[in-house]
């Protein structure tokens, strides 16, 4: 799922999967929400909305089941290289 970066209340990012008709809604605190049953419609209020908080507080939180998770930061090279390195090398 492609996300789009947003700044809007303590929303962070936000993407939709229209063939699952999930949402999903990252936060500045690192956590998450997957969200079922969204209709394409409602993502694309949302995902236009000149106050996507308020949108999606009074449009989303509440009306949709959603499921907690956590935002996962990009792999970069270093993590790649840190964790395939030898054991004892502290290069």
Same mark, same amino acid.
């Given at each position: 799922?492609?996300?789009?970066?947003?700044?809007?209340?303590?929303?962070?990012?936000?993407?939709?999967?229209?063939?699952?008709?999930?949402?999903?809604?990252?936060?500045?605190?690192?956590?998450?929400? /997957?969200?079922?049953?969204?209709?394409?419609? =409602?993502? %694309? $209020?949302?995902? &236009?909305? +000149?106050?996507?908080?308020?949108?999606?507080?009074?449009?989303?939180? /509440?009306?949709?089941?959603?499921?907690?998770? =956590?935002? %996962? $930061?990009?792999? &970069?090279? +270093?993590?790649?290289?840190?964790?395939?390195?030898?054991?004892?090398?502290?290069?």
């Amino acid at each position: 799922m492609e996300m789009k970066r947003v700044n809007a209340g303590k929303l962070r990012a936000i993407g939709y999967d229209p063939r699952e008709r999930m949402l999903r809604v990252e936060f500045d605190d690192g956590k998450a929400i /997957d969200y079922s049953g969204v209709g394409t419609e =409602v993502w %694309r $209020k949302l995902s &236009t909305s +000149a106050a996507a908080w308020s949108y999606y507080r009074d449009h989303i939180e /509440d009306e949709f089941s959603g499921r907690k998770g =956590v935002v %996962r $930061k990009p792999t &970069t090279r +270093a993590d790649l290289e840190d964790l395939f390195k030898a054991p004892g090398d502290e290069a």
